[in-house]
């Protein structure tokens, strides 16, 4: 099983984007795949996860009303997005999945690369 993130980028406050967790070798009705974030000199947070069985989806309360977490799974693929997008949230940013896991996921089984969003003016 392989997860490969992507779409970070530069943004300003209050501004918008799109990432995207490409699962490979795996179904996603079978994996809760949760997006973590580490900030610099930060331990790394669990911001929002979906799970396998139901799609039903959680939200760390710093992200709720703000981000959205989806899947299209004839395509294997999860989307964060992040929209009123606050300085707070520069990070880099990744995904991991846990199979057969509920949300918010306990256990890690596989990791995917991070990719760096930084809020700022």
């Known amino acids: 099983v392989q997860l490969q993130a992507s779409g970070g980028g530069l943004v300003q406050p209050g501004g918008s984007l799109r990432l995207s967790c490409a699962v490979s070798?795996?179904?996603?009705?079978?994996?809760?795949i949760t997006w973590f974030r580490q900030a610099p000199g930060k331990e790394r947070e669990g911001v929002s996860c979906?799970?396998?069985?139901?799609?039903?989806?959680y939200y760390e309360d710093s992200v709720k009303g703000r981000f959205t977490i989806s899947r299209l799974n004839a395509k294997t693929t999860v989307y964060l997005d992040m929209h009123s997008l606050r300085p707070e949230d520069t990070a880099v940013y990744y995904c991991?999945?846990?199979?057969?896991?509920?949300?918010?996921?306990?256990?890690?089984?596989?990791w995917g690369q991070g990719t760096l969003v930084t809020v700022s003016s």
């Open positions: 070798g795996a179904s996603l009705d079978y994996y809760a």
């Open positions: 979906i799970s396998g069985s139901d799609g039903s989806a």
């Open positions: 991991a999945a846990d199979y057969l896991g509920n949300c918010p996921m306990r256990s890690v089984d596989y």
